[in-house]
């Protein structure tokens, strides 16, 4: 037993009780005390020869080097991290997705949780007015050691320790499991919120819309997180729901597994962000580049912003304290009154009709892109996602997707490079290809500069290739949809329609695919049951074969634990 860890928690329940703003988070203040406290940070000061008591200014701060993944967490024993050493005051362990291909624990405590509850508590209170309405959180967050499905559920249940007449139900992201409790519970509430990552959102929408559910005859809020969304997104899947006024009843939350969430939508972050999707120019102007970013407030009481080469750095107490620790997240830092005197100089008043109390906290501005290692690289421009979204988001298009994608650059049969995009049809819709690829060309143009100059004009339309939902090699049921792949093998292989890609992705294969130069790749039995044939390098389980390719055959591997991937014949 731990006596002094009672006292520390009810202090830190007394506090998010009773709501009270705490001064700005001092760095050097709590350098000091992650260094007193916390062995491997000692450890790690001591290998590189800083002593504390030699960090007394802001620029000394300034030269603190960068906590990562690779050169900090990696690098000591979990508990190491923690303060006192110990893991004995954390009673959850989360594990991040991987993004960046290795996934790694981040332990909390209910004292962690407190302080990202309030960021909950300013979503559903300013925003969605949670304090005066009964509200169903209906949590599609997916359910596991992932961070979100059950961070979501503890913050949202301690408002209504707090008094919030805030109930939740968690079906995770189970489709068919959310629309059935949906028409059973929502009548016993004045509004539903359902939080999630946004295309999935969109897929429960969409979904629901086709199996004849009804979302106008609810008042229904959303709260999205985990990646950078278009306005035209938000505008699209708040007209499809219903929702009255998409500025207030939607709000992103900009959550790490490392720090929970670092901050959120507000009202006034949303209009400004929607001018600046109207406006490149201005976007430009303030962001160095076209492209939008989520841009959200946060607590300077909690959380300590820094930039770094265009990157995100922050300091702030979590069951791993951190302190100048690089997120890798690209983005930047605006000041309230900064971003108020930027939005005059461009003639417009983001507080007109916003209720200053609950819908323009005076708080800092922080904007992030996302990871720079999710950009694709064509003739030297950077594709990023969010340019695609646009796309896919148009009214030409919009009715035919669900709004997932991955971007790949490959090589054609003269090597020549193109630029990929694997595009999710939603249920029972055929979609066009061409007409997909010239609303993609058209937004990247638009928004995109290094496209528009780089690529040569010949080789901007894009190459379409259409599945159906969840493909399980391109759009699995269960995992963080990743939207950028790395370059896919030099063959070319057919494109296949959406009514091929379905029969495809229900056991069916043509007994002869031909790559672009006519030579056809021979389907052949198979001893061993787990090879699969995968045309364009999409993968599609086909039991009982492998491939000759040009004369070539591939043969088991006599490793059954090995993952095998020789050009486009793969066995798991």
């Not at 193109?418 to 937004?443: F, K, M, P, S, Y």
């Amino acid at each position: 037993m731990h006596a002094d860890r009672p006292p520390l928690v009810a202090a830190a329940w007394d506090s998010f009780l009773k709501g009270a703003r705490t001064a700005p988070l001092d760095p050097l203040e709590f350098f000091r005390y992650v260094a007193e406290t916390v062995p491997g940070y000692r450890r790690f000061l001591d290998e590189r020869g800083i002593h504390p008591a030699s960090i007394v200014t802001a620029a000394d701060f300034d030269t603190l080097p960068l906590l990562t993944k690779d050169t900090y967490h990696r690098r000591y024993r979990l508990g190491q991290l923690c303060r006192g050493g110990s893991l004995d005051g954390c009673d959850m362990i989360a594990v991040s997705s991987g993004s960046s291909g290795q996934p790694t624990p981040w332990p909390r405590s209910v004292i962690d949780e407190l302080a990202i509850a309030a960021r909950f508590e300013q979503v559903f209170r300013d925003a969605f007015r949670a304090d005066q309405q009964t509200t169903l959180a209906v949590v599609c967050f997916p359910f596991g050691t992932w961070v979100g499905g059950l961070y979501t559920v503890t913050c949202i249940r301690h408002l209504n320790a707090k008094g919030y007449p805030v109930t939740v139900v968690a079906p995770g992201n189970n489709k068919d499991e959310i629309l059935c409790v949906m028409p059973e519970l929502a009548p016993n509430f004045d509004q539903v919120v359902l939080p999630g990552y946004p295309p999935f959102i969109k897929d429960v929408v969409d979904t629901g819309i086709a199996t004849g559910f009804d979302w106008q005859a609810y008042v229904v809020k959303f709260v999205f997180a985990g990646e950078v969304f278009s306005e035209e997104c938000r505008s699209l899947v708040g007209l499809r729901a219903g929702l009255a006024d998409p500025v207030r009843d939607t709000a992103a939350l900009y959550g790490t597994a490392d720090a929970g969430v670092l901050g959120n939508e507000t009202a006034l972050s949303v209009t400004i962000r929607r001018f600046l999707a109207r406006n490149p120019s201005a976007a430009m102007d303030l962001f160095g580049q076209s492209r939008l970013p989520t841009l959200v407030q946060y607590d300077p009481g909690s959380r300590y912003f820094q930039t770094h080469d265009g990157t995100l750095l922050f300091t702030g107490d979590n069951g791993i304290p951190l302190v100048r620790y690089h997120i890798s997240d690209e983005g930047g830092v605006v000041g309230y009154d900064d971003m108020l005197a930027f939005c005059e100089r461009h003639h417009f008043n983001p507080l007109a009709g916003l209720d200053s109390t609950r819908n323009a906290p005076n708080m800092p501005f922080v904007y992030l892109f996302g990871r720079s290692l999710f950009t694709v690289s064509y003739y030297g421009a950077n594709i990023y996602p969010e340019n695609i979204s646009v796309g896919l988001e148009q009214p030409t298009v919009s009715g035919w997707v669900t709004g997932k994608f991955v971007l790949e650059t490959a090589e054609d049969s003269d090597r020549d490079r193109i630029l990929r995009v694997v595009v999710e049809v939603a249920h029972g819709q055929l979609a066009d290809n061409h007409t997909i690829a010239c609303a993609i060309r058209d937004q990247l143009l638009r928004l995109n500069s290094e496209f528009a100059h780089y690529v040569p004009a010949h080789h901007r339309l894009p190459d379409i290739q259409l599945r159906p939902i969840s493909d399980p090699d391109y759009f699995p049921v269960g995992v963080k949809h990743r939207y950028t792949r790395q370059a896919v093998s030099n063959l070319a292989f057919p494109k296949f329609r959406a009514g091929a890609a379905d029969r495809a992705h229900a056991g069916f294969m043509p007994d002869t695919a031909w790559p672009a130069n006519g030579t056809p790749a021979r389907l052949i039995p198979a001893p061993h049951p787990n090879y699969y044939y995968s045309p364009g390098c999409a993968p599609a389980r086909r039991a009982g074969w492998l491939v000759s390719l040009w004369g070539l055959r591939f043969g088991r591997d006599e490793d059954p634990g090995r993952n095998v991937s020789i050009g486009c014949m793969n066995r798991r």
